[in-house]
């Protein structure tokens, strides 16, 4: 395969992984992910700080709809886009009247507390228990990390079962509040028990900032991580596409290797910020990058 067409594929920082001898091996499309696998469970091993970043892509495996795919919600309809562009000043200027909109409407992504986690889901939770995976970043609302059985997770852009005092941060799960009971009792909106200030969902909307405790440990990790596996996503939403390149400039000069696993190449493997990209399915690479894992250390 000549070296152009490797470059395309997200292999332009292949250099930088150690040990690739040749590029002969790399003629079969098989044979070259079949060796990205074995080498990533080869550094996962080897690591001594190793996270992921998880994005939409994960998800949809389970049947989430994205957003802004050719079938996502807002591509499908742009005023559901606009209305949730105004969200967050909608919440602030009448708390009361967007809690009963909201408990009142359909969710645009349908009852996620039925949703279950794929393979991809349950390998991260499986490179966890076995010690090799030590936390997990997601962009994802859905839960479904912790569902699979994942310990460390810090939900980025908040998380759907989760409610969030406006005032002081402290949450609640959402369980803990019987939101169609204060619906009817005219007791809307939902009230922190620490401080009295109005609860809101813990999800982030657009215009408002990620929780200083989220952003504060996600840029710790992505600083200290020696290893970073970027699963299902275009990493072209910020200030979350920001933590990839934070791990490239770690401090002191260490080198963080960081592995795409995503349906196509986004534009870390086009700046050269991931050292390769194992394109696919994470519900199909993730499970087999734990069985390699098996292979060497059971």
């Known amino acids: 395969m000549e070296i152009n067409k490797l470059l395309c594929r997200g292999y332009q920082g292949i250099a930088r992984v150690p040990d690739l001898s040749g590029l002969s091996q790399w003629t079969e499309e098989d ?13 996962l091993i080897k690591s001594k700080h190793a996270i992921t970043l ?40 009448n708390p009361k009247e967007f809690w009963i909109e909201t408990i009142s409407s359909a969710s645009l992504l349908g009852d996620l507390a039925k949703v279950a986690p794929n393979p991809g889901h349950v390998a991260l939770a499986e490179l966890e228990k076995r010690g090799l ?15 699979a059985g994942s ?21 609640y799960d959402r369980a803990e509040y019987d939101l169609d009971r204060l619906y009817k009792e005219d007791r809307l909106p939902p009230l922190c028990r620490k401080c009295n200030g109005v609860l809101k969902s813990d999800v ?3 215009q408002e900032a990620i929780p200083s405790d989220v952003a504060q440990a996600s840029q710790e990790e992505a600083g200290k991580c020696d290893l970073m ?3 299902g996503t275009s990493a072209a939403v910020y200030p979350f596409a920001y933590l990839p390149r934070m791990a490239r400039q770690r401090r002191q ?19 050269g910020i991931s050292d390769y990209l194992i394109q696919g399915k994470t519900g199909i690479i993730l499970p087999k990058i734990v069985e390699e894992v098996k292979k060497r250390i059971s």
């Open 31 to 43: 044979k070259k992910m079949e060796d990205l696998i074995q080498r990533t469970a080869e550094q």
């Open 54 to 93: 998880t994005g939409a892509g994960i998800s949809t495996e389970s049947g989430i709809r994205d957003f802004r795919g050719p079938d996502g919600i807002w591509t499908k309809n742009p005023e559901a886009e606009r209305k949730a562009y105004q969200s967050y000043a909608r919440f602030q200027e």
């Open 151 to 171: 310990k460390r997770v810090l939900d980025y852009h908040g998380n759907i079962s989760l409610l969030r005092c406006f005032s002081c941060d402290t949450r």
């Open 133 to 147: 995976l030590k936390c997990v970043v997601t962009q994802n609302i859905d839960n479904l990390h912790q569902k």
């Open 253 to 271: 000069g260490k080198q963080t290797i960081i592995i795409e696993i995503n349906a196509d190449p986004t534009p870390l493997t086009e700046e």
């Open 204 to 206: 982030v909307y657009f």
């Open 229 to 231: 596996l970027i699963c």
